[in-house]
């Protein structure tokens, strides 16, 4: 087994190839492109890492979190647009989402009462607010079932190929 290193301020890279118990050479050989010299680097926050690489490996490591990380926190434009989402179990997801849809739907009139008029006064400018960050939380599950599904895709627990297939049926529907 490779040594682990016992830096506290780890990168999630880094992170997640030691949880996969590769050492960087192990790494860079799973992931072809990126030399192990590079792949310290970039775990060192030396050099920033590509959007590229970033793929190679979420899709390597089995780890597409590093996706959504890499937008959420170190692409320009995934900054301010894409909420970090936290890798979560299933149930956990469909609670936060049942509960966000429960929330949502009870403010569903006035919602409808605040946008019928097309502009927003000053005396529902708190309760839009409110209504939106609702449907910010329900997006970020939307966001948090994705990331678990593609986690399950991608580790073989959910079947692919029937998983596609189902996708495609729904597209066509």
């Not at 996969?20 to 050989?29: N, V």
């Not at 006064?121 to 997006?139: A, H, N, P, R, T």
Request: a negative charge.
């Amino acid at each position: 087994m490779p040594r682990t290193s016992t830096k506290k301020d780890k990168s999630i890279y880094q992170v997640t190839r030691e949880e996969l118990g590769l050492s960087r050479e192990k790494a860079s050989e799973l992931l072809e492109t990126i030399q192990p010299e590079r792949l310290e680097r970039i775990e060192n926050a030396k050099y920033d890492v590509r959007p590229d690489e970033v793929l190679l490996m979420a899709e390597k490591y089995q780890a597409p979190h590093l996706c959504n990380y890499y937008c959420a926190n170190e692409c320009a434009i995934g900054r301010q647009y894409v909420p970090e989402v936290e890798v979560k179990d299933l149930a956990q997801i469909v609670l936060e989402m049942l509960s966000s849809l429960n929330s949502i739907q009870k403010k569903q009139e006035r919602l409808i009462e605040i946008t019928a008029d097309g502009k927003i006064g000053k005396s529902e400018i708190e309760d839009f607010v409110d209504i939106q960050k609702q449907l910010e939380k329900i997006s970020i599950t939307v966001e948090a079932m994705q990331l678990w599904s593609e986690k399950m895709l991608a580790s073989g627990l959910i079947d692919k190929d029937e998983y596609e297939a189902a996708m495609k049926k729904q597209s066509n529907s």
